[in-house]
């Protein structure tokens, strides 16, 4: 996929309100080796390094885009492009932190295990994950979809790339780590995001999930696509009203998990 750095930074201080309640919750005073897997534009990334700042960091992802800006962000830190379910580091590490990125992954009890093994004795996995899959934000991307009649292998390769509730139960990922876990903390909050301009739900969610449809669709300014953002704008204008002050509040949940091995 193509990311649009700038595209996802526009609601960035809402996005970082959760990175920061997950770093808020980790609790270690000095690792030497962190991980920020998924690490995008690399605005998170620099808060890590502010609260561990003898630590080597190491941000993964899988966009040349945002890797690019992210280096400008925190030049010391070794920036490497690779997918999450590629990647492994070259020695067990203290702290593998991911925030809004292991929803794009299938497969999570061996996902969880395998980056778990990644950690040293008394190390820590991080994560926070999106769980607001339900939501009309995400199900208006189907709605939409359908209205468009698309070919049946066009419809499916959609499918096949988009988000389709990845994200499962919290019981589920308590049941899949304790068994590979000294201590599991998770824990789920309900955001309610106060949201500017117009079209403000639909705007957040072309930053993210709607990345792999609209190319699928051919790309932001072919017809088909415009055909579907203003179905799906429609929808969501409807799902979310705009505010008598001209704010949308967006609700979205999130999912937590800190385990330490």
């Given amino acids: 996929m193509s990311w649009d750095p700038a595209q996802y930074l526009k609601f960035s201080n809402h996005r970082l309100r959760p ?13 030497e080796r962190v991980v920020d897997l998924g690490c995008g534009a690399g605005n998170v990334t620099r808060f890590l390094a502010e609260r561990w700042p003898q630590a080597q960091f190491t941000g993964v992802d899988n966009s040349a885009e945002m890797l690019a800006k992210a280096r400008t962000q925190l030049p010391q830190a070794a920036w490497v492009e690779s997918g999450i379910a590629e990647w492994q580091p070259e020695a067990p590490v203290d702290l593998i932190y991911s925030n809004a990125a292991l929803h794009w992954l299938p497969k999570h009890p061996a996902l969880f295990a395998r980056l778990l093994g990644f950690l040293k004795p008394g190390g820590i996995l991080a994560v926070q994950m999106p769980r607001n899959f339900a939501a009309p934000s995400h199900t208006s991307i189907d709605a939409a979809l359908d209205t468009l009649a698309l070919p049946a292998e066009q419809r499916a390769a959609i499918d096949a790339d988009k988000l389709n509730s990845p994200v499962a139960e919290p019981a589920d990922y308590y049941d899949w780590i304790k068994p590979l876990a000294a201590n599991v903390d998770l824990w789920e909050t309900l955001y309610s995001h106060v949201l500017e301009g117009e079209n403000a739900v639909a705007e957040w969610v072309k930053g993210t999930a709607l990345i792999p449809v609209m190319n699928g ?5 072919t ?4 055909r579907f953002l203003t179905d799906y704008r429609n929808r969501t204008n409807a799902a979310y009203p705009r505010r008598p002050d001209g704010t949308t509040l967006f609700p979205f949940r999130r999912l937590f998990i800190v385990a330490t091995r």
């Fill in 217 to 221: 669709l051919g790309g932001e300014t």
């Fill in 19 to 31: 990175a920061l309640d997950l770093l808020a919750q980790i609790p270690l005073a000095a690792p």
């Fill in 223 to 226: 017809a088909l696509c415009q």
